[in-house]
């Protein structure tokens, strides 16, 4: 069971219980939590005075929402226009192959997500992959690859590779 | 006291990626070191449009201008000691021709502040004019003044369509109602498009300042940013710029003295490229799933809870301040006479100098390719296509590089103003793939409300996959010709009706590319990877080894003088290698 980590009234208190607050409540959570558990809906839900089911339409309708908690670091590969014809699409099979995961997944030990985006407006360095938020532009297989191996020694503090074993 | 010698640093995202707060903070303790500190200050400024990170400008206390490019932090102490000490500046970081080139010809309106501005100090703003076109406005202006000096200019709308600006102010101000709206599409969905994030990050007064006067000009009581989540600088930028907009009295209650008020809510996009489209974006802040519904009635009638709401794109608000302060002559002298002004694009793709370029209307394609964007990136790869307006777009060949842009030439061509995506394809671009991949993103993003979006773009998309694995078919290329025009009819909303283009263009234009796929099972650009073999070509092959050298897996051998080997049992086609080879000698 997920604790309730998040403070319903505290976040009531501030963005209010009509039904335009949704979805800014829904974004706050997440970013506590890194993704929107069960607890969360029905608290919120409950608040604003709606069904479970209205606040799962969102939800889902919106790429942004997760319901599964994430890895310790994202990945996020860029398949936007420009990354795609710099060669995006051979960035993320490439680490979709090495870490074992395809878009949305976690690797098994928890230390990865990768994600696809559409554009991170950062198009004239494209090829582009963002980890936590962190731009890096100009991307080739073997600059990822040293990306990951660093993200995954940081972590692990064993610096070791990232290979296949990782998931 | 003596003028105050300045060092700019550009700090958007794109400077920020290459280190611009590292550099920032090794330059504040060199200075320091130094005892330069009360001769230079250090200026934060948004991105100038060019990504050269780290760019650095130093202006000395009597306004000459250096600007240095790539700059890193090894960098500083020399260009400390060297420059500001000794006087002499360093020539091998100096921006050289490329920079030059990038920036003439263009014609900076929108851009103006962005790269010479803190956009973190709203008095900054101030100091080059701003919020003087609000004080105007509110005081020797009436709304309907206002209104008319927005339709004289003959500004139209820079989200995608077009629309004459001030005419949809005029309509909206005519309806009858409690209140009325006006929201700031900050949504930028087109993937492949940067304008407007650059404008917030490098100038968000300008964009509050016009979403003010847009509020004063239909009456409304309350205006709305709807910028998208991708964007975490922009959205902290901007979060700073209200508040200090808030603090100096242009937003909230009687603004200026004037009776006016007026509040501004920023609103973060939680991930749909379809609630860049009006009524959807309303859905989307009434806390809904941004789903379209059909117009009429426009949102200038009904939009958000009902009410008669205006909404405009960042850059069409951007450019409101700067006509109510030089006058609608001023603005209509540029352009051509259907489209006044500048329009600012977002150049990209395999081209030299990638960035933000901001051109008169009715320049051509091929100026602004080969001008400010310097031409083709790589040797050995020729121009291809241009690829204009994103997923709703279309790509034109080299023969429509003369192409004036302006709102109707470009949809004559097939293509679309848009928002301002502006990628370069080269030679090494498959055309069928990148149609492909346009396709695959409006698949995602369709909302699923309509049949003909919902299901034909899928139908579109498989056949699509089809060509591009080998399994092309007589008969595909009149097939997807045939739906895609259907679609074109039919579907819902904007997202639909023109998420064929891309496929029909390509038709239109590279129709031999599709039928090398369907007919001869190859990709000539060597992209689709079902259709490469992973050959080395030995008479195009020069056995320089940079292909061994890439290789992820260590699946090319490769001897000073002979031929690379590439081991198929370990080859993940990455395409590494067909990337790197300068001579196409891999298919
Ligand atoms: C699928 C779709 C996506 C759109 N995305 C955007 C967008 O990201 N930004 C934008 O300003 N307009 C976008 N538009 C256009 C808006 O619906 C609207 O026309 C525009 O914001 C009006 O502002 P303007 O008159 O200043 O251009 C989109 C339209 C469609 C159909
Ligand atoms: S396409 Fe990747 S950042 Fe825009």
Redesign the pocket.
């Known amino acids: 069971m997920v604790k309730e980590a998040f403070d319903i009234d505290a976040l009531i208190e501030r963005h209010g219980r009509e039904r335009s607050s949704l979805i800014p409540l829904l974004q706050e959570i997440q970013s506590e939590l890194g993704y929107v558990p069960k607890e969360a809906i029905k608290a919120v839900a409950r608040e604003l005075d709606i069904f479970e089911v209205e606040v799962y339409e969102v939800l889902t309708f919106y790429a942004q929402f997760r319901l599964t908690p994430r890895g310790k670091h994202v990945i996020k590969v860029c398949l936007g226009t420009a990354c795609h014809v710099m060669g995006g699409q051979d960035i993320f099979n490439y680490v979709s192959q090495v870490l074992g995961v395809s878009a949305g997944e976690t690797t098994k030990d928890g230390t990865f997500t990768l994600e696809r985006v559409a554009c991170l407006g950062c198009c004239g360095m494209a090829p582009v992959v963002a980890i936590d938020d962190q731009v890096h532009g100009r991307q080739t297989i073997s600059k990822v690859e040293k990306l990951l191996r660093e993200h995954a020694a940081n972590d692990v503090g064993k610096g070791e590779h990232v290979t296949k074993d990782a998931k | 006291m003596a003028f105050k010698g300045k060092v700019l640093i550009c700090q958007g995202t794109s400077g920020v990626s290459g280190g611009a707060h590292i550099v920032s903070e090794a330059l504040k303790q060199k200075l320091h070191e130094s005892g330069l500190s009360d001769r230079y200050e250090i200026k934060r400024v948004g991105d100038r449009g060019l990504f050269r990170d780290v760019l650095i400008d130093i202006i000395s206390p009597n306004g000459y201008r250096w600007t240095y490019e790539r700059v890193s932090v090894e960098d500083v102490d020399e260009i400390v000691e060297s420059h500001l000490i000794r006087g002499e500046p360093v020539k091998r970081l100096l921006a050289g021709d490329d920079y030059r080139m990038f920036f003439e010809g263009q014609l900076r309106w929108v851009l103006k502040n962005c790269g010479e501005i803190d956009p973190e100090d709203i008095e900054d703003y101030i100091s080059v004019g701003g919020y003087e076109a609000l004080r105007k406005a509110l005081h020797e202006m009436t709304p309907e003044d206002v209104i008319n000096e927005i339709a004289a200019s003959g500004l139209r709308?820079?989200?995608?369509?077009?629309?004459p600006?001030g005419v949809?102010w005029r309509i909206c101000r005519g309806y009858e109602a409690p209140t009325r709206y006006v929201i700031c599409?900050a949504?930028?969905?087109?993937p492949g498009a940067f304008m407007?994030r650059s404008v917030l990050e490098g100038d968000p007064h300008s964009v509050i300042e016009g979403l003010i006067i847009a509020g004063y000009a239909i009456g409304a009581s309350k205006g709305f940013i709807y910028c998208r989540a991708e964007y975490p600088l922009a959205i902290r930028r901007l979060k700073i710029a209200l508040q200090q907009a808030r603090d100096k009295g242009f937003i909230g209650k009687d603004i200026l003295g004037s009776g006016f008020s007026f509040d501004i809510v920023l609103k973060e996009g939680a991930g749909a490229?379809?609630c860049?489209?009006?009524t959807a974006l309303i859905a989307s802040i009434e806390g809904r799933r941004g789903m379209p519904r059909a117009r009429p009635p426009f949102p200038a009638e009904k939009g958000l809870w009902g009410m008669p709401t205006v909404?405009?794109?960042?850059e069409?608000l951007a450019n409101v301040p700067r006509i109510i302060v030089n006058g609608a002559g001023w603005f209509s002298s540029v352009g051509t006479d259907g489209s006044k002004g500048t329009k600012v694009f977002a150049l990209a793709g395999k081209v030299k100098n990638t960035g933000l370029v901001e051109v008169p209307m009715g320049v051509t394609l091929r100026q602004l390719v080969f001008g400010p964007g310097g031409g083709m990136a790589r040797k050995g790869y020729a121009f291809k296509a241009v690829q204009i307006g994103g997923p709703?777009g279309g790509c034109l060949p080299e023969e429509l590089l003369d192409t004036p842009i302006d709102y109707e030439s470009l949809t004559q061509a097939g293509a679309i103003m848009g928002?301002g995506g502006l990628i370069v394809l080269d030679e090494g671009t498959c055309m069928v793939d990148v149609a492909k991949f346009f396709l695959s993103f409006t698949v995602a993003e369709s909302c699923g409300k309509c049949i003909p979006c919902r299901v034909g773009l899928v139908r579109l998309y498989e056949v699509l996959d089809r060509i591009t694995k080998g399994e092309g078919v007589e008969g595909d290329i009149e097939f997807l010709e045939l739906l895609g025009s259907a679609i074109r009819e039919t579907a819902l909303?904007?997202?639909g009706k023109?998420a064929p283009n891309p496929v029909l263009t390509t038709v239109r234009y590279f129709r031999g590319e599709y039928e090398a796929h369907i007919k001869d099972r190859r990709c000539p650009a060597g992209v689709c990877v079902p259709l490469l073999r992973f050959e080395v070509d030995e008479g195009k092959c020069i056995k320089c080894g940079r292909c061994a050298r890439v290789c992820p897996v260590g699946a090319i051998a490769w001897e000073r003088g002979s031929f690379p080997i590439i081991d198929r049992s370990k080859c993940i086609k990455c395409r590494a290698c067909i990337i790197e080879c300068p001579e196409h000698a891999i298919n």
């Open positions: 709308g820079r989200g995608g369509a077009g629309f600006t949809k599409n949504d930028e969905g087109d407007d490229f379809v860049g489209e009006e909404i405009n794109n960042v069409t709703s928002s909303c904007g997202l023109t």
